[in-house]
């Protein structure tokens, strides 16, 4: 396996990786630390139907802020490895720190075109919001030396008028890396996620 070849790999997995290489993945915290202290996320009904009324905003956890600013350092962390005429490789494309905002975005507007994006539940009562929907991310972690799957589950937490978790949602995606890969496959893994829990909202949210 080439000195190339092998940074490439490398770069594929980044986001999968864990303290292995580049930065430490942060730790993980419940969906609702800072957002909500009457119950835990683990309460929340599963699937439930939902009514929402308009307008609705989105609130993002700790844990999706902390994986984004994960995956910024890791991508900082690997341009200074990486040489210059590798920057447009597909390898470096699929560890695009903004890819998740940027598709959690684009799904929530088909939904809800005109939907807001709020620092908390406080905020978007204030504003008059009539539905609430908390995105919370969890994730493993490829281990190159044990289990090689990465995994990412996208749960949206559905908070009526009075500010009251309803419903939960989730989207799972998950990829096992080979041992000789220059494709973690990051983004497609996302994509599966955001398919799923987009397929719940179009079915179960009114």
């Known amino acids: 396996m080439g000195v ?54 989105f609130v993002t956890t700790d844990n999706v802020e902390h994986h984004i600013g994960y995956n910024k350092d890791a991508w900082a962390y690997w341009n200074k490895m990486v040489p210059t005429s590798l920057e447009n490789t597909v390898a470096m494309a699929d560890t695009d720190p903004t890819y998740f905002s940027a598709k959690l975005i684009q799904m929530l507007r088909r939904h809800w075109p005109n939907i807001q994006n709020m620092h908390d539940l406080r905020e978007a009562k204030a504003a008059g919001m009539q539905g609430v929907i908390v995105v919370d991310l969890r994730w493993k972690y490829f281990e190159p030396y044990g289990d090689r799957t990465y995994k990412i589950d996208i749960d949206l937490y559905f908070f009526d008028a009075s500010m009251t978790p309803v419903s939960k949602m989730n989207g799972h995606g998950e990829y096992t890396l080979p041992m000789i890969t220059t494709d973690g496959r990051v983004q497609k893994t996302t994509d599966a996620a955001l398919a799923q829990v987009d397929a719940k909202i179009t079915t179960l949210v009114h």
């Open 4 to 57: 190339i070849t092998r940074i490439l790999a490398a770069l594929a997995a980044t986001l999968a990786l864990g303290a292995c290489n580049g930065p430490p993945p942060p730790a993980q915290v419940d969906a609702f630390t800072g957002i909500y202290n009457r119950s835990p996320s683990s309460a929340v009904p599963v699937d439930a139907p939902v009514t929402m009324g308009q307008p609705v905003a």
